[in-house]
Each structure stands twice: as structure tokens, then as C-alpha cells.
């Protein structure tokens, strides 16, 4: 294999990889608080069809992952507001919610279709991504170099601030933090608002970075992926980058296998397609062989009922 | 002499009161006949459900109040598309067109339970006392492509995304090789398949996937402009639009499209349906009856590749092209026409082979 098409498959893997990141260090902060919303397909299809939106009518793509990520904040608290003030079931509110993002965003992309944006450019300038190995570091826009930089944002708030502590403490046993004087809703509510921006920049990652359309149904089921990732990774940023990694590089050889036809035709095409779920389930094993507890939150998906 | 007893004056009392709901009956015919769509994709794929939803738009401006038309969109192909087409029945529509390949067993079961509704399933094969299917030669349009490719590659590489090994995407694949390689008969196909119609980042990173090894020409058969926006971003030779003119998607690299036009397929349909006319049978045209066209040609299309295509198109609609002309051998080396020969409508419906030059 040339260098050149190893770096070409690295570069295809990373962008296949980012939204995915995004949206999972999202759900990974809301579920450390407790609240599981299944909803993540939705808002980032919710931010896709905004962020097309802005960055068709303004040609700014910051103004567009902003207005992404105000997008997904605002349909996650249609969430919070149903599952953490009237304290509604949190699964069938997240599926509701999907369903919702996907209905919207098909209804407010209509205008949008068959007209393309520009790609959201690279970050650095194009000089320092001449040669091919530089580009694989310099080579991508800015929404690549975020998503490494909230995986240790996200594990330096956990691990490290006294927040983070406090988020933590919220979902591991809301009663107590309830009894010693942390508002469980405010920080929920907080948690849930980070898991819609980041949902929804990771839904802004399709239009900017991977295929410049609006398109209904642009995310294809990633935001499923992703929801899968936060437990496949048992709730840590670092593992989630591997496990995002990972995904996007089967994901990638797939695609780069079957293209290259002969040398890799002793194994057969439906091997790599099923390679994604023969990894998941071969991480799954390793895991629980390892025979350690589940590290799930211990209040994830319950009601917060308190009781004065 | 007839007894008028009570029993017989109801009798009469009854016909009476049948008679009207007759005379309603046959008033309620000239309401508007209902019509139902189901897709695979949203009528905003750019591609294949638009030309769908452009054929049912067709129909609207031709039958105007005469017609009611629901349009549902993006239903997968499985059981949940058995519950959309019960409910399309039991909302009243008499006529439903499902309009992808996956729908066909569904159909059928459907079809069973309402036999005074009319199902019409595109690219299927089976068929019941109401159940018809329909499709167009785009294999015909394949063949134009594959003459422009064929004059216009430098590596001779050309990558095909497919979405599923099924006949109707095999006899493009076929199609387009043969043409390519009667102008060039170096010329290589890689297909890559994605399970999915519909997933524009998989087919962009399909797109990526063949351009970085080498090909110079993408062509798709699924069913957005994913794959020729990365064409365009890497400036390679060129790509074809599939369903609808794409060529906004990639002024540069779109060298021409295969458009259907279901308009007229369906209107006839309807006329037959209201005429009482419609039979169940299988409806397949193609370039000569213009439900397959040839977009407008990229400017950077040299003039003698257009007069070529030109000529592939004009054979085929006159009927001295076929495009699966023997000797063609298949990717194994077995001899599959022989010399002369074509293969018949049958012969492409059942196509799980690929000819020489093809990796799939």
C-alpha cells in the first residue's frame, strides 16, 4: 500500500469519525448526569438542516456551527423541559424527540435541496499541509481539531473541576446531591443543553464536512452509532475516541476495500460490511470478560421525583 | 296473483332504500380517483423519488380535480412498508404505485387482501391479478454513459457505488461496461456496493475510497449527488447525474445524466384505470419512448465523444444497438451470449453475472 493512499484513507477515516465523536462526548456528559436522551438522531439532523441553512444563506461556516449548535440546544430542552420538569419517561420522550428532529428537519429542509454549499475549508493555511504527511495533521477544518479538544475538555470537567464532580454526583445518586444542596434538575438541565450543541454541531459535520447538500435523513443512523459508543465505551472520553475511531475505520476499510477489487477479493464483500457489528460485538466481550461492573451512572433514565 | 303481506312490502321497502345507495354509488365515481405513492427516499433525494415525485406532479397538471394524490416518503424497505401500503388502501386510494425494488413482497401480500385496488411496483418482477409493475431501460442510458467514458478516461479505472446486487443495477454495471470497452477495451470497473439507497456520507466516502485509487470516472446508482460532489472537489475527469440532472451539484465534473420521466407511464396508467382498461402486466420502456433521457452535455465533452453517444442513443432508439450484444463473456471466463446473439428481456431480468472487466 503507498503512503499516498494510507494517508488518503486516514483523512476519509477521520472525517467519517468526527460527528460521531461529537455527538457521543454530548451524550456521554448528559448520560454522566443521568439523563439518557435517545433523541441524538434528531437534533443533529436538527442542526444539519440549520447549520445547511445558515451556511447557504450567509456562506459563513462558523455563523453556521454556531446556529447548529443553538439549534440543538433549543430542541433538547423541549426534552428536559418534559423529562426533567414533568419528569416524563426519558426513553420514549428521546425516541419522540427523534422522531420530531426528523420530521423537522425534512420539513424545513424543502426549500434546500438540490443546492450545494462549499466545504467548510481547512483550518491552517494551505502551506503548512503541502506535503502528505503534513496534511494528515494540518489538513482539516476546524471541526476535527474541536472534537479532539472537547475529548479532554469533557475528561478534564469530570475528572477535575468541582463541577464536573457535581455532575457527577448528580448521576451517580440524585438524592444525596439533592440532600446536600445541588439543584439535580439545574445541573440536568445544564448536561442536557451541552448534549444538544454538541448533537447538533456533530449534525453541522455533514453538510460542511462530509457531503455539502441538504439531503432528508442526511445523518443515515448516526446519531444510534453514537448513542451506541457512550456505552461501548463505558462512559470515558478517551475510550470513546478509540471506540469513534475504531467505528470510523472499519467504516472506511469497508469502502476502500471493496474499491480495491482484487487484492482483498479473497475476502468477501459481505465480510466487511458485517466487519463494524463483528468488532462492536468483540469489544463487548472483552469488556465484560474483563469482569468489572458496568460503569453506568447509577441514577441513568430515572426520574428525579423530590420528595420535598 | 302476489300476496302483499308484510314480508313482500318490505321487500319492496328494501329495494327502496337500496336504490338510492346505489345512485350514490355510482355518483361517488366521479369524484376524484385517489392515488397513492410510496417511496424509499424523500422526494427531496435529488434523484430517483424527485423523478417519481415530478411524474406524480405531471399527473396532477393532466387530471387536475379528477385526481387526489398522497405522497409518502422514506419508507424502509420491510414491514413497515406492509403497514404503510394497508393504510393507503384503507384510506381509499385505488391505485398505489410503490416505487422501489424492496417493496415487492409487500405488495403482493397487500395486494391479496384488497383485490378491487390497483398496485403498480416499480423495478419489481411479480405480478397479481391487481399488482402490475413498471420500470424504464436505464441500462439503455448506461450504454450512452459507458461510450462517453470509454472515449473520455486516462487510467481506464472507473469506479461504479451500487447499492444493491440486484438485476435492475447488474444491467447497468453490464451495460455501461460493454459500451465503454468497445472504445476501449482496457477499460476497468470497480463497483463497490453500500446496502443503501440513501446515505450520502457513505456514498461520499465510497466516492473518496475509488477516486484515491485511481479512478478518474465515478458513476452511481444510488440515489443522491453525494459521490459527484467529491468528483467535482477532486477535479477528476467526470460523473454522470443518475435519475435528474445533477449538474448543480458539479458544473464541472457532470458530463451528462440519465433522467426518467415517469410522467407519461403514469398518466396512461390512470387513463387506464379511470377507462377501466388496466390490465396487470409489466411496462418497460426505455430511450425510444423517451421515459429514459440523455441530459444536456458538459461543455468539456469533446464534440466527437457527444456525436458518439449520439450515435449509441440513436441506434438504440432505432433499434440497430442493442446494448448486450454478443460475444460477451462474463468476469469468470464462462462465454454467456454468444456471437450475434442479444439477451432478452427475461435473460436481463435474471443478471447476476458481470462481464469481463468488472470487479464487483
Redesign the interface.
Known amino acids: 500500500m503507498s503512503t499516498d493512499l494510507l494517508i488518503s484513507i486516514i483523512i476519509t477515516v477521520v472525517g467519517a469519525s468526527t460527528p460521531i465523536l461529537i455527538a457521543a462526548l454530548g451524550e456521554l456528559v448528559a448520560e454522566k448526569s443521568g439523563v439518557l436522551n435517545l433523541g441524538v438522531e434528531g437534533m443533529m439532523l436538527t442542526g444539519a438542516v440549520i447549520g445547511f441553512a445558515v451556511a447557504f444563506v450567509t456562506g459563513n461556516a462558523w455563523l453556521a456551527i454556531a446556529a447548529a449548535a443553538l439549534a440543538g440546544v433549543l430542541v433538547s430542552m423541549i426534552f428536559a423541559f418534559l423529562t426533567l420538569s414533568l419528569s416524563a419517561n426519558q426513553v420514549a420522550t428521546g425516541l419522540a424527540l427523534t422522531i420530531f428532529g426528523t420530521g423537522f428537519s425534512a420539513l424545513f429542509g424543502q426549500g434546500y435541496t438540490g443546492r450545494p454549499i462549499a466545504l467548510f475549508g481547512p483550518l491552517f493555511p494551505a502551506e503548512l499541509a503541502t506535503h502528505p504527511t503534513w496534511r494528515v495533521i494540518f489538513g482539516y477544518s476546524a471541526l476535527v481539531y474541536f472534537s479532539l479538544v472537547m475529548v479532554v475538555a469533557v475528561w478534564w470537567f469530570l475528572k477535575k473541576t468541582r463541577a464536573g464532580l457535581i455532575l457527577r454526583a448528580v448521576g451517580e445518586n440524585d438524592v444525596s446531591a439533592h440532600s446536600i444542596g445541588y439543584s439535580v434538575i439545574g445541573v440536568r438541565y445544564a448536561a442536557v443543553a451541552f448534549g444538544g450543541a454538541m448533537a447538533g454541531i456533530a449534525g453541522a459535520c455533514f453538510p460542511l464536512l462530509l457531503t455539502p447538500q441538504w439531503a432528508e435523513r442526511l445523518t443515515a443512523g448516526r446519531g444510534w452509532i453514537a448513542l451506541a459508543l457512550v456505552v461501548f465505551a463505558a462512559w470515558r472520553p478517551f475510550r470513546l475516541l478509540a471506540g469513534a475511531y475504531l467505528f470510523g475505520l472499519v467504516m472506511t476499510l469497508e469502502l476502500y476495500a471493496k474499491a480495491a477489487g482484487g487484492r482483498f477479493s479473497i475476502l468477501p464483500s459481505e465480510f466487511w460490511a458485517a466487519l463494524p457489528y463483528l468488532a462492536t460485538i468483540l469489544v463487548l466481550v472483552l469488556i465484560s470478560l474483563r469482569g468489572r461492573q458496568s460503569n453506568a451512572p447509577a441514577c441513568l433514565g430515572k426520574p428525579f421525583l423530590p420528595s420535598n | 296473483m302476489t300476496k302483499l303481506n308484510r314480508r313482500t312490502l318490505m321487500k319492496i321497502g328494501g329495494a327502496g332504500l337500496v336504490l338510492p345507495v346505489l345512485a350514490g354509488r355510482a355518483f361517488a365515481q366521479s369524484e376524484p380517483l385517489k392515488i397513492g405513492f410510496m417511496n424509499v427516499?424523500?422526494k427531496?433525494?435529488?434523484g430517483w423519488t424527485?423523478g417519481h415525485y415530478t411524474g406524480m406532479l405531471a399527473l396532477e397538471e393532466h387530471f387536475g380535480d379528477q385526481i387526489e394524490t398522497t405522497f409518502v416518503?422514506?419508507v424502509p424497505e420491510g414491514p413497515d412498508s406492509e403497514r404503510v401500503l394497508r393504510e393507503l388502501a384503507q384510506q381509499g386510494n385505488k391505485l398505489i404505485f410503490a416505487t422501489s425494488f424492496g417493496f415487492g413482497d409487500y405488495v403482493l401480500k397487500v395486494a391479496q387482501e384488497y383485490p378491487d385496488v390497483i398496485f403498480e411496483h416499480a423495478t419489481g418482477y411479480q405480478r397479481a391479478d391487481n399488482v402490475g409493475t413498471y420500470n424504464a431501460r436505464f441500462h439503455e442510458g448506461r450504454a450512452v454513459l459507458g461510450t462517453i467514458a470509454g472515449h473520455m478516461s486516462q487510467t481506464g479505472k472507473i469506479?461504479y457505488i451500487g447499492s444493491f446486487p440486484i438485476p435492475e443495477v447488474n444491467m447497468g454495471i453490464n451495460a455501461f461496461t460493454l459500451a465503454a470497452q468497445k472504445i476501449n477495451p482496457d477499460i476497468q470497473v470497480?463497483?463497490?456496493?453500500l446496502?443503501?439507497w440513501?446515505?450520502?456520507?457513505?456514498?461520499?466516502?465510497?466516492a473518496?475510497?475509488?477516486i484515491?485509487?485511481g479512478?478518474d470516472i465515478l458513476v452511481q446508482h444510488t440515489d443522491?449527488?453525494?459521490a459527484l460532489?467529491?468528483a467535482e472537489?477532486r477535479g477528476i475527469i467526470g460523473g454522470f447525474g443518475q435519475g435528474a440532472d445533477m449538474s448543480?451539484?458539479a458544473p464541472n465534473t457532470h458530463l451528462t445524466a440519465i433522467i426518467d420521466v415517469w410522467g407519461p407511464h403514469y398518466i396512461e396508467t390512470v387513463q387506464e384505470v379511470m377507462d377501466g382498461t388496466w390490465v396487470a402486466e409489466d411496462s418497460w420502456p426505455g430511450l425510444a419512448e423517451g421515459e429514459v433521457v440523455i441530459g444536456p452535455y458538459n461543455e468539456k465533452v469533446p464534440e466527437d465523444v457527444v456525436a458518439a453517444a449520439e450515435a449509441v442513443e440513436n441506434g438504440i432508439i432505432d433499434g440497430s444497438i442493442h446494448p448486450f450484444t454478443g460475444p460477451i463473456v462474463d468476469n469468470m471466463g464462462t462465454e454467456r451470449v454468444a456471437a450475434g446473439e442479444t439477451v432478452d428481456d427475461a435473460g436481463l431480468w435474471a443478471m447476476d453475472w458481470y462481464v469481463q472487466g468488472v470487479?464487483a
Open positions: 427516499g424523500p427531496d433525494d435529488n424527485f416518503e422514506s469506479g470497480q463497483v463497490v456496493w446496502s443503501t440513501n446515505d450520502p456520507a457513505k456514498e461520499a466516502d465510497a473518496r475510497a475509488l484515491d485509487q479512478c443522491g449527488p453525494a460532489q467529491v472537489e448543480a451539484f470487479t
